[in-house]
């Protein structure tokens, strides 16, 4: 009997007199992004999971307007349960080394966020994964809650995971696009962790891989292997890449770009991920 867990992320959900993502396809409005989780959430229910997990950037600009955080915990009223969740750079603020990082600002959203959602970090066990969901974005910073954090991954996983489940490490923003040693100046670098957020991620994996590694951000759908891990690059509900004019795309991992939702799935032997449009080539979006 095979079982399931779903994946939804990058559903920017906004009130609906808020405008479009900056500089993004005008095609892009708080309305059309609800009608897309509130679908998605549709297709996932009729899925059945043992669990929920939301990929971060979860709200549009929740670190600066708070009052969105509340428009998506509204909404999530149509998950199935239990479903757990993790910020994204929208929710929480840029990562260190990206523009307009402040450490005061991220700590402050940090601590709002955890008053509506709970804890940014966390393990969840169900259908035969354990999904270990970090903040990416406070990695490398200064806030007290980047080390809290560290400390808190380094003692899960030096405990090794039991022999019958999966282990995933779940978070936002992708550690680089083509290698560890990524420094990108033609906006590409908007798309991954920048160096000084990278290192201490990427000594926490090297000591500790993980079975899977499953991150959102890029609004596309992967599933490659890499170095001792296989990847998973989660799709948006709100857009797909393809209409985030603005952002440079050749260096992100190819894939599929379309809204969407993913499922990981397990059966005794094995286990696999599999990508969920939320429309048919003849659906409007």
Known sequence: MSQKIAFVSDMHIAPDSAGALRS??????????????????????????????????????????????????????????????IPGNHDVGPTVGWHHHDPEAMKSAVKRYREIFGMDYWVHEAAGFQVIGINSQIFGSSLQEAEQQTQWLHEVLSVPAPPDLIRCIFFHTPPYLKDWDDQFTDGSEMMCLKQEARQPLKD????????????????????????????????????P???????????????????????????????????????????SP
């Open 204 to 239: 926490i994996l090297f000591q500790h891989p993980p079975d899977i590694l499953i991150t959102g951000h890029a609004h596309r759908f992967w599933i490659q292997r890499e170095h001792r891990w296989w990847w998973v690059g989660l799709p948006a509900t709100a857009l």
């Open 24 to 85: 993004q396809s005008l095609l892009d409005l708080p309305p059309r992004r609800k009608k897309h989780l509130v679908h998605a959430l549709d297709q996932v229910r009729q899925v059945k999971p043992e669990a929920v997990f939301l990929g971060g950037d979860n709200t549009n600009q929740a670190a600066d307007a708070p009052g969105y955080a509340q428009e998506l915990f509204d909404l999530l009223e149509l998950c199935p349960r239990p479903w757990k969740i």
């Open 241 to 283: 890449l393809s209409e985030m004019d603005a952002v440079p795309d050749h260096l992100v991992p190819s894939g599929t770009d379309q809204v969407g939702w993913v499922s990981l799935e397990r059966d005794a032997e094995s286990w696999k991920a599999e990508f969920h449009p939320l429309f048919t080539e003849s659906e």
